[in-house]
């Protein structure tokens, strides 16, 4: 098999599984680690597409520089909203 179906595959395998976690976090009794789950398993499953589908990993300089700003700044702002929603 050429290597990127085999990379194609590894991470359609990791999606099913990210996915078959989100499932069972659905139904297990995690009270309130329930959303903390979710969303870490939601950015994990984000990371993965960003970095294949959208092709950052075969990208050099200037263009990895700018996604990973991209991703501190997406961070940032969720940060200061969690922050307002927490303070009201």
Not at 25 to 54: D, E, H, Q, R, Y
Request: glycine residues 6%; hydrophobic residues 65%; without cysteine.
């Amino acid at each position: 098999m050429a290597r990127p179906v085999i990379t194609l595959v590894g991470v359609w395998v990791a999606l099913m599984v990210l996915l078959a976690t989100t499932v069972g976090a659905t139904f297990s009794p995690f009270g309130a680690w329930k959303p903390v789950i979710n969303l870490a398993v939601a950015f994990a499953k984000a990371g993965l597409i960003f970095w294949v589908f959208m092709h950052v990993r075969e990208q050099r300089g200037l263009a990895r520089l700018v996604a990973v700003a991209f991703l501190a700044w997406l961070a940032i702002l969720l940060g200061l909203t969690q922050a307002d929603l927490l303070t009201r």
